[in-house]
């Protein structure tokens, strides 16, 4: 009767990222998952896709079976 | 150049909790915690304490280098 | 395509648990398992069981999608 | 009196680990660390250094304070 947690270790989008401002997002995951925060970490759209940038994690919210993120871009894949 | 967590398995409010309404509270740590959420979890006032009740989390929040927990006392301890 | 853990707090041993000597145990349980090292921890023989003593753990082992717990009891419970 | 965990996303390995065949090596770190287990990592000399590889993480455990990882190296950047 332990708590299931998944262990990220990049941002997978697919597309599902909000736009708060400027290169700030916010993002909803289903489930509690663990990510490393304000430490730079990749960002795909895939699981299998290219990088397409890297952020550092702000905001970790465990809550409802759900993880919310709130991340900023800080650099960006040139070839995207 | 990981990220530091703690794990632990009981809430130590230190009288520092919040009520917000009823049997629901809030509750700042410093560093990034991990706790089990919605799973019944000891209370004590301190580290070595008795336990004054048993609560479930609804919420964890990791921001800024501190944790916001939100939590329900589900029972108490008579003794206290 | 994360990695799953699940969070556990008190050692269930389902009667699965190898004496090695004295009261120093190993116990094998399913997936990859998150335990507090060297904190005392609650022993169970069932998830819903009364708790039957407490433990320290003194090493985990992750492999195979199994993990592989070494414990010592430090104190039984007197009711059982 | 919780228990530190110090969540990692690739290997640091300043040179220290052992080969113990083929691809395959031993790494001691200090303290309780989590990996990302079966799942590629990249592989580093220093924390600020060219990614040297990428590698799977076999086998993790804890104990006396340390991590000890067994891992498979699976492939080489060819600019090393």
Do not use: H
């Not at 896709?49 to 465990?62: F, N």
């Amino acid at each position: 009767m332990g708590m299931p947690i998944e262990l990220n270790t990049k941002i997978v989008t697919k597309g599902e990222e909000t736009r708060m401002q400027d290169n700030s997002f916010e993002l909803v995951k289903d489930g509690y998952r663990l990510y490393p925060i304000e430490i730079p970490i990749e960002v795909c759209k895939t699981v299998d896709g290219e990088v397409s940038g890297t952020a550092l994690i702000d905001a970790i919210t465990w809550t409802g079976k759900q993880t919310l993120l709130s991340y900023r871009l800080v650099s960006l894949n040139s070839t995207n």
